[in-house]
């Protein structure tokens, strides 16, 4: 079974993207207020798609593809440094 990410909202309204196969460790939860839901009017959701996209827009310019960026971040950051004596 492939591996993706996913964007859930929890039953206690908040919203979660986290890997597929990992329920337990979100990489991301977003949680709003009373008055945030009352405005939104039921689209957390998409409003919440939105910030996790430009949160990573901001840091590393345009991602169409969420789960291709944290795999290249997690190849990035898996790599251990050579060190020749």
């Known amino acids: 079974?492939?591996?993706?990410?996913?964007?859930?909202?929890?039953?206690?309204?908040?919203?979660?993207?986290?890997?597929?196969?990992?329920?337990?460790?979100?990489?991301?939860?977003?949680?709003?207020?009373?008055e945030s839901k009352d405005f939104l009017r039921g689209q957390e959701l998409s409003v919440a798609k939105e910030m996790i996209r430009a949160g990573i827009e901001s840091v590393s310019g345009?991602?169409?593809?969420?789960?291709?960026f944290f795999e290249k971040q997690r190849e990035r950051f898996s790599k251990k440094q050579n060190i020749v004596h």
């Open 1 to 34: 079974m492939a591996n993706y990410l996913e964007l859930a909202q929890l039953p206690d309204g908040s919203i979660v993207l986290r890997r597929s196969d990992d329920h337990e460790n979100p990489i991301v939860k977003i949680e709003f207020s009373k």
């Open 62 to 68: 345009n991602v169409s593809d969420l789960d291709e």
